[in-house]
């Protein structure tokens, strides 16, 4: 069987077509930034405090191990990236070293289930800091329904610059990036004085009394700081508005990655100097608040929910563009119907699949929390990982494909498949034996412990059935026959 050849022509302006395309607008610096912007969202305002329990002064490391744990995979996509600049991301990968439609149906809408739970978890988090940025009385006072109504104007506006275009969307992106940084140097800038007061290596915590430090804990404090990282591989559904996308896009992955790191390692030295580590692990506040609270105590609280407002509404932005190309991508696959596929003729954005994301992406607003179902797309986020990574060492082995302007060992993919593999196993086990706890201590809720597992099982289950029903045919599938 001859290697399969590209899907999708890569859209490429100035050439006539009977369908009008995405057009490549995006450079170097405007896709670092979309990567950076993605990474840098408002958890790592909550993530310090949790990863400080176990890891105490030592929680740097956490995130110099994630970071470690992410770039081996981040290095994948980069090289895959390179390879194959398609709008499918992940699903045209799958699609392409496995040859498999089953999987690469359940990659794809695994990826895109995660990007909606992000969004709709968002829009709720952006209209609680838009809220308490008007008047703190509203926002403690504001129902579920006032939420809803904030929510609602928020992720319209961000559908009409998602469909108004790529460049438009990578200007709002900017400013929101730059905001959520600069909150994040300015606790560092007015952190600095406070450094060199504590030991950097001392882990006593609340749930390490001794202090010792091991390999064990700072893998589990990576695991918590991991998810710090997720946003690199949303650049892969980007990358057909990509200039030049064979050098670009691995430059601005491994770049953002980069610059995500020093920007938390740095906040983590910062914010421990500042505050004993116990108290942020012990913290109900988001333990930067903490840090600012006291090297700059004449900030009002508003200040950084305005700045967390700007970091949320880069995460729902980015998510809302991830999503539509992926739809995109996936039904000139095949693997969608193809009216998802239409690209506006004057806009060059994918508008149908725009606007079934917002109307998804409403309902999922309205349902309310959705906290066991965003754990849960995590967990299938980690096992796209996984097949991709995997995907990587059969292409790279396999005669005849071309390679692309970065390349990385098998090693690497085979390493970062392995670590996403722990992850999950780590995960599950955490939710059952929690749930074994539960049980053990007859609480009635034991079974919230184990949801988020049994809501993943069953999205699997969803998807499978669902693929059963349609039958999807990728387009290179019918062209080898």
């Known amino acids: 069987m001859p290697p399969i050849d590209s899907i999708q022509p890569p859209a490429r302006e100035g050439i006539a077509d009977t369908h009008p395309t995405l057009q490549r607008r995006l450079g170097l610096f405007s896709l670092t930034l979309y990567g950076l912007g993605n990474m840098l969202g408002a958890g790592i305002y909550g993530t310090i405090g949790a990863a400080a329990q176990g890891l105490g002064n030592a929680l740097w ?61 968002a829009s709720h988090v952006f209209s609680n800091y838009f809220l308490s940025v008007l008047d703190p009385r509203i926002s403690a006072m504001g129902s579920e329904w006032t939420t809803r109504s904030v929510a609602l104007p928020f992720l319209l506006a961000l559908a009409f610059v998602n469909f108004w275009g790529i460049r438009e969307s990578a200007w709002l992106n900017a400013l929101c990036t730059v905001i959520e940084t600069a909150g994040l140097l300015f606790i560092i800038a007015f952190g600095l004085r406070f450094v060199g007061g504590v030991d950097y290596l001392d882990a006593s915590s609340p749930n390490n009394p001794s202090g010792d430090l091991s390999l064990m804990l700072v893998l589990g404090g ?35 990655l980069l610059l995500a790191t020093c920007i938390y390692m740095t906040v983590s030295v910062v914010a421990v100097s500042v505050v004993p580590s116990a108290e942020l ?60 596929g239409k690209v506006h003729p004057n806009r060059r954005t994918p508008h149908v699949a725009i606007l079934i994301l917002l109307a998804i992406v409403l309902v999922l607003v309205a349902v309310g929390s959705i906290a066991s179902l965003a754990q849960a797309t995590s967990l299938l986020l980690l096992g796209s990982f996984t097949v991709v990574n995997v995907a990587l060492v059969i292409l790279k082995r396999r005669p005849g494909e071309a390679r692309g302007g970065f390349e990385v060992p098998a090693a690497i993919p085979a390493l970062g498949a392995g670590i996403c593999l722990a992850m999950i196993g780590n995960g599950a086990w955490k939710m059952i034996a929690g749930y074994q706890r539960a049980r053990e201590q007859g609480q009635t809720e034991a079974i919230e412990k184990l949801l988020p597992l049994l809501i993943a099982l069953a999205l699997v289950g969803g998807i499978s059935l669902l693929y059963g029903i349609l039958r999807p045919r990728p387009a290179e599938e019918a062209s080898l026959e």
């Open 61 to 121: 490391m956490a995130f110099a191990a994630s970071m470690v744990a992410a770039g081996l995979t981040g290095l994948s996509y980069a090289c895959l990236g390179s390879r194959y600049p398609r709008a499918a991301g992940a699903a045209y990968i799958t699609q392409r070293a496995y040859r498999a439609p089953f999987l690469t149906y359940l990659v794809g809408l695994a990826v895109l289930f995660s990007g909606l739970t992000s969004m709709a978890t």
């Open 222 to 256: 990576a695991v918590l700081t991991f998810f710090s990282f997720i946003g690199f591989e949303d650049l892969l559904n980007v990358s057909e508005e990509v200039k030049k996308p064979e050098r670009t896009l691995p430059l601005a992955l491994v770049g953002a």
């Open 281 to 340: 692990a012990a913290s109900d506040k988001p333990a930067l608040y903490l840090v600012v609270d006291k090297a700059a105590p004449w900030v009002k609280p508003q200040v950084f929910a305005f700045v967390a407002m700007f970091a949320v509404m880069n995460t729902a932005l980015l998510n809302f563009i991830m999503g539509s190309r992926l739809v995109y991508g996936m039904a000139k696959q095949g693997l969608l119907p193809a009216f998802l």
